[in-house]
């Protein structure tokens, strides 16, 4: 029986909107040699939150595919749909400590909102929320629920604990926080990103809120995961503060690209893994890693051995 005395806790967390590809298989792998390099745990969570985008039986694909790499959960996999009520209960502790408030807008209001105030629209596709419900509806019906991002960017404020917690400091509201990849990262979420949407109008649960209070819940001290979603950890910082929960190192590992220099996704081309050669599939996605050394294995369980070795100490903690 594999002994765990770290504490180290990681986990893949794929959305079951189809199978996975070359791009997912990197981050699942990351995050799996990460856990291991560290003597740790490593949990799968299937995050259906966003149902419209799920694909009925690719919850089950996913983990066929990630059982043929040999790449086995720790604990049986945890589906973000049937834990819906704990995140109204993180949403009801805000409403509460009035960290987050009520929105009648639709798109067209935001837009129309910017454009008056002569403010940018979009962020990677993404308006940014100029605040206006955070004094109340002005009688319109409330849609969304949005987190008030701008009370609590300060280095005393709410919890500070967790993994991270010594490289995160707030300067004049810009947010500071370290990856263990990329290095220093910086964002001001209020102005760059705005109120972000914790409950959707549609009533579906926001990624951001789902992920947090799921990583808190499950005890997750690392987070390794694709280069493509480091942009949203500022904000999943700031939620952790509001919720007096721990922040937990991050790793956000190289992308695998398109056809078209973007990241690999089903628009450009990806396909899903043809598990038929996991070793092939191991080798790839150590290409990308840029493990380093040769790895001579005749099973998936054997390369991922040897593959411990090479990921351990590459990016200190
Ligand atoms: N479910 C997210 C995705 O598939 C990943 C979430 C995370 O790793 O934080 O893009």
Redesign the pocket.
Known sequence: MACYLSGYKGRF???PTGPLHAGSLVAALASWLDARAHGGRWLVRI?DVDMPRCVAGADETILAQLAACSLLPDEPPLYQSRRGALYQNALDQLIAQGLAYPCGCSRQDIARALAQRGQPQQRHGELVYPGSCRGGLNGKPARAWRLQTDKYQSNSALAQSGRAQAAIKFIANELLWQDRRLGRQTQNVSRDVGDFVLKRADGLWA?QLA?VVDDAAQGITD?V?GED?ADNTARQILLQRALGLPTPRYLHTPLVLGADGEKLSKQNGARALDTRDPLALLEQAGQTLELPGQISARTPAEWLQQAVPLWANRYQT
């Open positions: 967390a794929p959305s995050e990624y992920m987070i995961r979603l």
